[in-house]
């Protein structure tokens, strides 16, 4: 059982199995969960996340999902709930359900909106992170968008956020090698205890390098071992051992984050479906299915990967 919220190592971010008609497919989401964090040295579990279509779920759907989880999780690591929503109002409220639910963690996404320039006015995003933390007294974990949107936040407003209590870890997919060691530098220097968390799927090699505590990533839903594997040889100091498991990975991880980059998390499904973890591979619309080319590139990807037997 877990004692001491500790947000290190390798936290997956989970997918949530549908069924053909696009409702929870409860047993295997349960199934799913259950092969994701008896892996060793998986250290936490991540739930209505981008990877499991949080945008397109209801209020109720994710308190379900976050219930699931919870119970199969049966107390082995912490338990993280994504927090999206519009407002901050509706962010706070959807906060709170997570904290009610027994999630040990949040995860506060931005708003869409941010992408129209939120983030221009650090005393919004300010304001939008306080007013959360003052009100729901849960730690949270702060969502890091990719350098090319507008809901990424600077260095400085990073530092000052360090300075709200509840603020325990930062999970960087900011997918720029000079902006990610900026920010983990400042914030370490600003907070040491806040825990810096690799979020660059398409390069975690690079970014272990530079520095981190760990990664939050959907992908270590589908090769949780090899990502495992992958940080313990990077801390370890053991470069070439991670560099043969990066190679390892260098096709399946290409197969998944190919653009256009809508797909991924779908793409994870159908990877996980061809692998007999789930039985459906189903996303919910606007989300579109894969052609069948592609799902034959993921196939090989696997059978490079060693994932797959050849047919």
């Known amino acids: ?12 971010a989970i997918i949530l199995p549908l069924n053909p008609d696009y409702s929870i497919d409860e ?31 209801s209020r109720e759907e994710r308190k379900r999902v976050l219930r ?3 119970e199969e999780v049966k107390g082995k690591v912490p338990v993280i709930a994504g927090t999206y929503a519009e407002s901050t109002q509706m962010a706070q409220e959807f906060a709170q359900d997570a904290k009610q639910g027994g999630a040990d963690v949040i995860l506060i996404m931005p708003p869409f909106s941010f ?9 919004v995003i300010f304001k939008h992170f306080s007013t959360i933390d003052k009100a729901v007294e849960s730690p949270f974990i702060v969502f890091q968008y990719a350098h090319w949107t507008n809901c990424c936040y600077d260095s400085r407003t990073l530092v000052k956020l360090s300075t709200l209590r509840n603020f325990r870890a930062i999970k960087s997919a900011i997918n720029d090698p000079r902006r990610y060691e900026e920010e983990y530098r400042a914030l370490k220097a600003a907070r040491p205890e806040i825990s810096f968390l690799n979020a660059n799927d398409v390069q975690l090699l690079s970014y272990f390098c530079i520095g981190s505590d760990g990664a939050l990533v959907g992908y270590a839903c589908l090769v949780p ?10 801390e370890k100091g053991d470069l070439k051992r991670a560099r043969q498991i990066n190679d390892r990975m260098y096709p399946l991880t290409q197969a998944i984050y190919s653009h256009p980059r809508l797909n991924w998390h779908t793409r994870i499904k159908e990877a996980l479906v061809m692998m007999g973890e789930i039985k459906c591979a189903a996303a919910r619309p606007f989300l579109p299915s894969l ?21």
Do not use: D, F
């Open 68 to 70: 699931i989880v919870i």
């Open 291 to 311: 052609s069948s080319k592609e799902r034959e590139g993921i196939r090989n990807a696997l059978v490079s990967c060693g994932l797959l037997k050849k047919r």
């Open 27 to 57: 047993p295997g989401l349960r199934r799913h969960v259950k092969s994701v964090v008896n892996v060793p040295g998986i250290t936490g579990v991540v739930c209505n996340a981008h990877a499991s279509e949080v945008t397109l779920l």
């Open 225 to 234: 071992e090899m990502i495992v594997e992958l940080y313990r040889a990077t």
């Open 1 to 12: 059982m877990k004692t001491q919220l500790e947000l290190k190592g390798v936290l997956p």
């Open 115 to 123: 992408y129209w320039g939120a983030t221009q006015y650090p005393e």
